[in-house]
């Protein structure tokens, strides 16, 4: 699970709001995420990050967060997910804070950070266990992983040759 605490200054109060900010996704909303799309969301995602084009870089992020952001129950024991919740999020100076920390750190270690706190550790886990040219999934850098994508969308493979 990801958590950003996001810190603003309230504009009806004038006072210095923060707040955690919550975001995750489960191996059922990645299928989906996956699924949702002609040719699979890895593959869209793959071609928006390689288009350069900050619009839909911008929509791709808001897609991520609409799919992953939600509110943990008062007693921790769920985190629940409402579409109307997102539609508050997203118009939120604490989303706001939070994309700004996202898109201006340079070095994409901020970025690196919200996709890897996304996963749950058994997906975690798992990502470990996938070696790429002799490093871990999970250390692999974001020109790296963009890289592989290209290398794994571009292979033949019967579901690739079908279509």
Not at 69 to 86: A, N
Request: hydrophobic share 35%; charged share 30%.
């Amino acid at each position: 699970m990801f958590r950003y605490t996001a810190t603003y200054k309230n504009p009806f109060t004038g006072s210095d709001t923060t707040e955690d900010i919550y975001c995750n996704l489960t191996a059922p909303e990645l299928a989906k995420l996956e699924l949702s799309l002609e040719g699979g969301f890895r593959e869209h995602a793959a071609n928006i990050l390689k288009s350069g084009d900050g619009f839909r870089v911008l929509s791709l992020f808001e897609t991520i967060v609409g799919a992953a952001y939600g509110r943990r129950t008062d007693d921790s024991t769920r985190f629940v997910k409402k579409r109307e919740w997102v539609d508050e999020f997203i118009t939120s100076l604490a989303w706001e804070d939070m994309f700004l920390w996202l898109t201006q750190d340079e070095s994409g270690e901020n970025a690196n950070k919200f996709w890897a706190g996304l996963l749950s550790d058994r997906m975690k886990d798992q990502a470990e266990k996938i070696d790429v040219d002799g490093k871990k999934l999970t250390e692999l850098s974001k020109e790296e992983l963009v890289e592989q994508m290209q290398k794994l969308l571009s292979e033949k493979t019967p579901a690739n040759e079908a279509s």
